[in-house]
């Protein structure tokens, strides 16, 4: 098994920025892929970017958020600049060994850390 636990949340102003920290721990030696998808109230979770040899992203975070990945200490990060309004939701780590934007196909998954956005 592995657990994931997210940190990093938090409230930020429209264009201002967040930084989410996702810790892996257990048999971490079977996971290749870390992501993160995100879930707004009232819609379904969807894939917002993941890192294994390279990164991916959601075409609506493109140039705004950066993933990276410190195997060392088996942490993923989400950098996030230019924040929207649209982009507050809770935002869930996940972990697999390979990589697919779709939700059922991720075995490891966070609790969620809620990230808000104002106007």
């Known amino acids: 098994q592995v657990q994931l636990a997210e940190s990093g949340g938090g409230s930020a102003q429209a264009e201002g920025s967040l930084r989410l920290s996702c810790a892996a721990s257990g048999r971490t030696s079977s996971i290749s892929v870390m992501g993160w998808f995100r879930q707004a109230p009232g819609k379904e979770r969807e894939f917002v970017a993941a890192?294994?040899?390279?990164?991916h992203y959601a075409d609506f975070v493109k140039g705004r958020f950066t993933i990276s990945r410190d195997n060392a200490k088996n942490t993923v990060y989400l950098q996030m600049n230019s924040l929207k309004p649209e982009d507050t939701a809770v935002y869930f780590c996940?972990?697999?060994?390979?990589?697919?934007?779709?939700?059922?196909?991720?075995?490891?998954w966070g609790r969620g850390t809620q990230v808000t956005v104002s106007s």
């Open positions: 996940a972990a697999d060994k390979a990589y697919s934007r779709r939700v059922g196909d991720w075995d490891y």
């Open positions: 890192i294994g040899r390279i990164a």
